[in-house]
Structure formats: structure tokens, C-alpha cells
């Protein structure tokens, strides 16, 4: 079945360690976005990019890196987890990111960060 | 800033009309979209205004004012399954898009 795919569900995380998300799609879309939504706020974007092998920092970077090796991956990593990082973060993606294009989510990771 | 305001939450009852009003100040105007989000669960896609307008699609119609920066979600023959949040979000300048909190639409019977 075409879509995007996250893991882990759901995560629960002491500060410090380090944390992986992981996002895949199958759709050969060229933008893939992660997304975090907090109770009360907008998803807010973290980290975007247009096509495999480039990537922009979004909204609210700080505290996390991506890295898009190929087409259908975009890892999200989370180098020394802090407590305000506790979040449901979102991976989307698109065909190519132009002004009519239609962003399509994954399941989300529900991570709670002690 | 940029900013999408739209109304926290709103009840209304089964088979009857709700309009969810949505407005913005962006940097920059390239499109605006709503997204449906049930509880749990993923946004998905409901519909995209580009032109000052309606633009229907079944139960649903979105309307555009450019000139007012606003928006409106119009939901007919409200079915219990419609409660969930409604997000609206505009694509600004950079193609970027900026999100409002949503609204959460609560359907009584």
C-alpha cells in the first residue's frame, strides 16, 4: 500500500539519550517535511527537503538534524533529547514542493522525553 | 510574523451546517489549504484555494477572500464522523507552509 510509514509509534525517552525517527514513502514524492504539533499550537515545521541530497531548516531546527541519503528516507534525529522535545512529530511529503502541491502525513511518533 | 487564526473549538449538531472561519497574515500569498485531523490520527488533505472563490467538493466547500485574508470551511449534513479538528494552513512566500492551531468540531446527535 502506497504511503508514508514512521516508527516508532510511540517513544518514551530519558533527556540525553539519543533518538531516531524514522520516515519512509513509497509515492516517489521529491519533498519530505517533519512536522512537530503541540496541544494549543500550528505543526511546526523542523526540517525540510526538496529532493534527495539537499535539506533547509524550518521553523523550529534547533535540537535536530536530517540527513536525505535516497528518495524514499528521511531520518530525523534528536542528538541529546530534552524535555521540551516531549511532542507528536510528524514526516510528510510531497511531489515537489511548488505552490498547488499536496502534502500527505504519516501516522506520526508520539515521543515523551523525561 | 505570520500568523493563522482560527476559532478553538466549535459544536454544532448532527445533519445541520457549520462554517469554520480561518484568517491570516502571511509573508507572501501562495495558496491556502484545509486539512481534517480525527483525534490520534494524521492530517489528511480536504481541500486547496488558490483564487478568490468557493470551491465545493461534496458535503464540503472551501471559500477564499485574497483581498481579506480569510477563509471559511463549510460542512453540510453534518455526520457524526466530521468530529475531528480542522486545520488551515497557507503556503507563504518561501512555500512554506504556515499552520493554524486547528479548530475541534464537536457533533452532537
Known amino acids: 500500500i502506497a504511503g508514508i510509514t514512521q516508527a516508532p509509534t510511540s517513544q518514551i525517552l530519558a533527556a540525553g539519550r539519543r533518538m531516531t525517527l524514522r520516515c519512509t514513502q513509497d509515492?516517489?514524492?521529491?519533498?519530505m517535511y517533519w512536522y512537530r504539533q503541540d496541544l494549543g499550537l500550528g505543526l511546526r515545521l523542523i526540517h525540510y527537503?526538496?529532493?534527495?541530497?539537499?535539506?533547509g531548516k524550518g521553523e523550529v531546527p534547533d535540537g535536530y538534524s536530517v540527513s536525505r541519503a535516497n528518495t524514499d528516507d528521511f531520518p530525523l534525529t534528536l542528538a541529546s533529547a530534552v524535555p521540551s522535545q516531549t511532542s507528536v512529530y510528524f514526516c510528510?511529503?510531497?511531489?515537489?514542493?511548488?505552490?498547488?502541491?499536496?502534502?500527505?502525513f504519516g501516522p506520526g511518533t508520539r515521543l515523551t522525553v523525561l | 510574523g505570520q500568523n493563522i487564526d482560527q476559532p478553538t473549538e466549535m459544536t454544532a449538531t448532527e445533519g445541520a451546517i457549520v462554517q469554520i472561519n480561518c484568517t491570516y497574515q502571511?509573508?507572501?500569498?501562495?495558496?491556502l489549504f484545509w486539512y481534517q485531523q480525527h483525534a490520534g490520527e494524521a492530517p489528511t488533505f480536504l481541500s486547496y484555494?488558490?483564487l478568490d472563490g468557493l470551491e465545493e467538493k461534496g458535503r464540503f466547500s472551501s471559500f477564499l477572500s485574497r483581498s481579506k485574508g480569510y477563509s471559511y470551511l463549510l460542512l453540510k449534513e453534518l455526520q457524526m464522523k466530521d468530529s475531528a479538528s480542522y486545520l488551515c494552513?497557507?503556503?507563504?512566500?518561501?512555500?512554506?507552509?504556515?499552520w493554524g492551531a486547528g479548530t475541534k468540531l464537536i457533533i452532537k446527535p
Open positions: 510528510a511529503s510531497s511531489e515537489d514542493g511548488g505552490a498547488k502541491d499536496t502534502q500527505y
Open positions: 509515492m516517489r514524492h521529491n519533498a
Open positions: 527537503s526538496n529532493t534527495a541530497g539537499t535539506t
Open positions: 502571511t509573508s507572501g500569498f501562495n495558496g
Open positions: 484555494n488558490v
Open positions: 494552513a497557507v503556503r507563504d512566500s518561501n512555500y512554506q507552509l504556515i
